[in-house]
């Protein structure tokens, strides 16, 4: 085999931004086919949908599923059962069962199955990981506040059942914070603020503890205008370990540990390449828990309309 073969099943803004300019630098892999019910893509084979490309469409060894997520799940299931290793994007599907059984299925036919989260991929995050590892830590604060509006314009899926709202970007502070986190921790409180005219929330107010009762407290927003944050403040017995700009930057006690562009994708794909060539899976369901934990134990609050 000369590269993987890999079908873009979505063709909207992340595939557009991320997914293909990676696969075209990467000899490793091959961009065979896409799948859009409206966007066509100059020179490479295009289906309307996943079931019309593996029926149809030129051989594929796997599928990156970019498409909104509350799809995601079902088109994984078929991927799987067509003998495609499968890449997910973010979160891996809208609810926890369309995921966690598909570990076996693709376990068991020698598929890969690999439930990205890319902003673990930033480059603060795994040093983050190292340094907390031997600190005590005290407190924790994330504040994750975006403009929907210039970060999902016109994205209608993300406002429905399913969508997450404002946890579309809340989930990856969940991401890291999971990762970075040396013991796991769990919900206590959550107040969630739908917008009138949505089914899904705008804004959230988080807090969780762990086994030696630490606090953790988030704030999602999406009606931050002018500067935007994705920042987590850890306080620990050595002083504030600050990650910013999504995990991009690091400081200890405001001095600036690192500061670097973000390279999230290729390392993504590297990492799918090297589980298939492993026949391994990769599928960590610990943030969209807490996503979930949050839908199930969340105060309902009704806001002013939200329109794009
Ligand atoms: P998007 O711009 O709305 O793109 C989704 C694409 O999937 C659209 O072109 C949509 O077509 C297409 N689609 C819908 N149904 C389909 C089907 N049955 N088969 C194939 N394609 C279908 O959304 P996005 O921002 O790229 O986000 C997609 C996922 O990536 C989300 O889960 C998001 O959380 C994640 N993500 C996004 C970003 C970001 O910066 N945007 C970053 C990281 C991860 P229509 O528009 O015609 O329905």
């Not at 490479?44 to 509350?70: H, I, K, W, Y």
Request: charged fraction near 20%; charge should be negative.
């Amino acid at each position: 085999m000369t590269g993987l073969r890999l079908a873009v099943i979505g063709l909207g803004k992340i595939a557009r931004d991320q997914h293909l300019p990676t696969i075209a630098a990467l000899p490793a892999v091959k961009l065979a086919a896409v799948a859009d019910p409206h966007v066509t893509l100059a020179g490479v084979p295009a289906f309307a949908s996943l079931e019309e490309l593996l029926r149809n469409g030129p051989p594929v060894d796997a599928v990156a599923l970019c498409t909104p997520p509350q799809m995601r799940g079902t088109q994984a299931a078929i991927a799987l059962a067509a003998g495609k290793h499968v890449l997910l994007e973010k979160p891996p599907a809208a609810t926890i069962s369309a995921i966690g059984p598909l570990v076996g299925v693709a376990g068991a036919a020698g598929l890969t199955l690999f439930a990205t989260w890319h902003a673990r991929f930033a480059p603060a995050v795994e040093p983050a990981r190292t340094w907390l590892a031997s600190r005590e830590i005290r407190a924790v604060r994330v504040i994750w506040k975006e403009d929907v509006r210039v970060w999902h314009p016109g994205q209608a899926w993300i406002w429905e059942a399913g969508g997450f709202g404002v946890f579309d970007p809340g989930i990856n502070a969940l991401s890291i914070l999971t990762r970075v986190l040396p013991r796991p921790f769990f919900l206590t409180d959550a107040e969630l603020s739908f917008p009138d005219n949505r089914a899904a929330p705008i804004a959230a107010r988080l807090a969780f503890s762990d086994a030696g009762g630490l606090a953790i407290e988030a704030d999602f927003d999406f009606r931050q205008t002018g500067e935007q944050t994705w920042a987590i403040e850890v306080d620990t017995d050595h002083g504030r370990l600050t990650l910013s700009a999504g995990g991009a930057r690091l400081s200890h006690d405001g001095q600036l540990l690192i500061d670097e562009k973000k390279v999230a994708y290729p390392l993504i794909y590297r990492r799918f390449v090297d589980l298939i060539a492993r026949s391994e899976s990769d599928v960590d369901l610990a943030p969209l828990a807490h996503v979930a934990d949050a839908f199930m134990l969340g105060r309902r609050v009704v806001v002013e309309p939200f329109e794009d």
